[in-house]
């Protein structure tokens, strides 16, 4: 069982050029832009989130100690410092790797970690687990390491130790493991031989030890009764998979594998798949065939259940040459990002905006030595360069000149009425109210003609269905020259889970509230009990805008009247 990864420093700089597919069916990428957040940092090379509604942020450094910080990003303490750990500095792919939390870590308090160290000459990838402090939910318990896996890599060779994990919906682990090291997986084959861990996408039970071992095996794990293949393996034919992730919506699977010396590739499996498939490597690098000097020609010439990847790029100027696997974009602040799946390279400052049909597009934001990303709770994605965490943030490239003040619907029998008020408007040439059973595909339902009013208007839209299943709403705002924006995303129902009524933090003179229930309406008093704001939402749920201009410093208090009562929440003008 053994494993390679390749993260940032990846072979000597060789040009790089990109296979890229014009966006087609889909609308205009927003232009993103890493915004500075956590500085200081030694070797960052994974962000996480606890999923404990605490809303903190893990930031692990590679030579073994891993920071927390707050929703604020404002730093809260160390976590642990994980002994064991090889790691010499930039450049060394060894080290704490990646961070996992347990889904049900609010109650059992398990975390796990993988790494790599060296002892006499033999480099080893470790799963261990952990476990926090019961007293101090900012403090892991460091004597409460149990061992779960350990790999030793042949040859003595140091790099390619893949290093992400991810519980799966499922509840399984699942583990990428890099090929084991050296160029064309040269002695060895790993990634294509079923007898080794390295070069795989593994899944296993951590929740069920089966003596000797700290796990056991899913039943439904795809190899269990072929004696060829380890029953830990999900996937074959990886070469170094340094970040992968589930998109936190759909389920979905997206694989950054980074490639040899001419192809780097994004794979992509459907939520659903039962695995045992082959992505490849070495046989393939990206989909160009391997016939590199050494490599012997695969036999069979493709391998059984190949699966080719869904984006990649080549070495030259336009690309890079290390793809950094990224994130779906689940958040709520940039309704535009939503849906988009956000990869980059390490070296070029290039960054793709990617759908799952292979469309992308790509811009040249993104920060030189991009280590990794991650992502928050509320969706919110960051990315690790150097010693530096940013913030992941989208800016219009050619605002409506429309401002929004609401967006919310209320439920009836046969109808949903969705209603909208904007503050100001000009040269719009329509709004276009769009539907979705899944919050990612949506579709037009109807669309309605603008007043251009310069003092805005209020806007009505009945959209008659019978469909008892939940339905999401968005509003696309169209200029005349065909500029066009999105509102946040609004639903007919909501999870009990969800707060009634959410606040977002101010940003400037303007301030969300998310009214995730019906409410007849709200208003907001400040510590006088003043009303300096009032709204009727005619028993609407939905997004409201507040216009916090001219407001003094100090805390208010938001009152939403829901016909049976009132529900309350305090905030904060700094």
Partial sequence: MRKTFTPALKRSVVLFSILICILQGHGQAPTIVFQQAITGLSNPVDIVNAGDGSHRIFVVQQAGTIKIYNQALGFIGDFITIPGVTFTGTGDERGLLSLVFHPNYATNRFFYIWYASTTGGITSVHLDRYQTSENNANLAD??????????????????????????????????????????????????????????????????????????????????????????????????????????????????????????????????????????????????????????????????????PPIFEYAHDANGGVTVIGGYVYRGSEYPSLYGYYITGDYLRNHVWLLHSDGTSDRQNSAPTSLFTFGEAEDGTLYAAAGSTVYKIVAIAQAPTPVKLLSFTLRQSGDYNEIRWKTAMESNVREFSIQSSDDAVNFASVGKVSPSNQQNGASYSFLHFTSASKKIYYRLQTIDNDGTFDYSKIISTSSRNDVDPIKLYPPAGSSMLVELNAPFNGIRVINMYGQTVFKQATGNASGIIYLNTAGWKKGVYILIGDNGAGHVTRKFLIQ
């Avoid at 699942?174 to 090929?179: E, I, W």
Wanted: with cysteine.
């Fill in 142 to 307: 460091p004597n409460s390491k149990q061992a779960i896996l350990s790999i030793d890599k042949p040859g003595g060779f140091t790099n390619h130790n893949g290093a992400k994990l991810n519980f799966g919906p499922d509840g399984y682990l699942y583990v990428a493991t890099g090929d084991g090291g050296n160029g064309d997986d040269l002695p060895f084959n790993n990634a294509q031989n079923g007898n080794s861990l390295l070069g795989k996408m593994l899944r296993i039970d951590v929740n069920t030890p089966n003596p000797p071992f700290a796990y056991s095996i899913p039943p439904t794990n795809p190899y269990v009764n072929d004696p060829d293949v380890l029953d830990e393996i999900w996937a074959l034919g990886l070469r170094n998979p340094w970040r992968w992730s589930f998109d936190k919506l759909t389920n979905d699977m997206w694989i950054g594998d980074v490639g040899q010396g001419q192809r780097e590739e994004v794979n992509f499996r459907p939520a659903g798949n039962t695995g045992g498939i082959n992505y490849g490597w070495r046989c393939f690098e990206g989909t160009r065939v391997n016939t590199d000097a050494g490599v012997p020609p695969c036999n069979p010439a493709t391998p059984p259940n190949y699966v």
